[in-house]
T-cell receptor, first 119, second 109 residues
Framework: DVKVTQSSRYLVKRTGEKVFLECVQD?????MFWYRQDPGLGLRLIYF???????EKGDIPEGYSVSREKKERFSLILESASTNQTSMYLC??????????????????FGPGTRLTVT | GQNIDQPTEMTATEGAIVQINCTYQ??????LFWYQQHAGEAPTFLSY??LDGLEEKGRFSSFLSRSKGYSYLLLKELQMKDSASYLC??????????WGAGTKLIIKP
């Protein structure tokens, strides 16, 4: 079974702090994604990566950055946390070998999520 | 603009059948996904349709009509464990996923 793990289930940070959210997958997937999920809204893509050291902006990259130094690990960084970044953060991975090229999000395997509260 | 519409909440009875509808408007289309998400947990993949018609997978079936921009998820023989949110997502021409807000399904005994 594919397993995607995230470093924390719950996190409370103060405004202005630098926050690191880590995601690790064990299925050798090329594609990895970071989403945020807020009530009443669909999942919104922050960043994705289709290879080591490669990253692409999603729909809402402002205020976030990412790092992918190893294939299995994809980190989301909040450079200076703000209260509007309070949300559920979900990491996902997916295999390639589908039409659409690199990063095409076919069947995705999600981590358990990190509920981040910024006070 | 691109948009996915699905009902916010539905209620059904254990043992019954329920149909969750999803309509989409996207720039091009490369398929439609359904995911299940239990409260406080990660979404899990249920189905992917790219051709018109019905695909059955056990108690769950997913239908797609590309000409109508419409899909539904059909759940049969409902069980209490089916209480969850069901997320619809469409893949547009740029292979970007457009997500609906999800349908919360409540199963009553």
């Amino acid at each position: 079974d594919v397993k995607v793990t995230q470093s924390s289930r719950y996190l409370v940070k103060r405004t202005g702090e630098k926050v690191f959210l880590e995601c690790v997958q064990d299925m050798d997937h090329e594609n990895m994604f970071w989403y945020r999920q807020d009530p009443g809204l669909g999942l919104r893509l922050i960043y994705f990566s289709y290879d080591v050291k490669m990253k692409e902006k999603g729909d809402i990259p402002e205020g976030y950055s990412v790092s992918r130094e190893k294939k299995e690990r994809f980190s989301l960084i909040l450079e200076s946390a703000s209260t509007n970044q309070t949300s559920m953060y979900l990491c996902a991975s997916s295999p390639p070998d589908r039409p659409g090229g690199r990063g095409a999000p076919y069947e995705q395997y999600f981590g358990p999520g990190t509920r981040l509260t910024v006070t | 603009g691109q948009n996915i519409d699905q009902p916010t909440e539905m209620t059904a009875t254990e043992g019954a059948i329920v149909q969750i509808n999803c309509t989409y408007q996207t720039s091009g289309f490369n398929g439609l996904f359904w995911y299940q998400q239990h409260a406080g947990e990660a979404p899990t993949f249920l189905s992917y349709n790219v051709l018109d018609g019905l695909e059955e997978k056990g108690r769950f079936s997913s239908f797609l009509s590309r000409s109508k921009g419409y899909s539904y998820l059909l759940l049969k023989e409902l069980q209490m464990k089916d209480s969850a949110s069901y997320l619809c997502a469409a893949l547009d021409s740029n292979y970007q996923l457009i997500w609906g807000a999800g349908t919360k399904l409540i199963i009553k005994p």
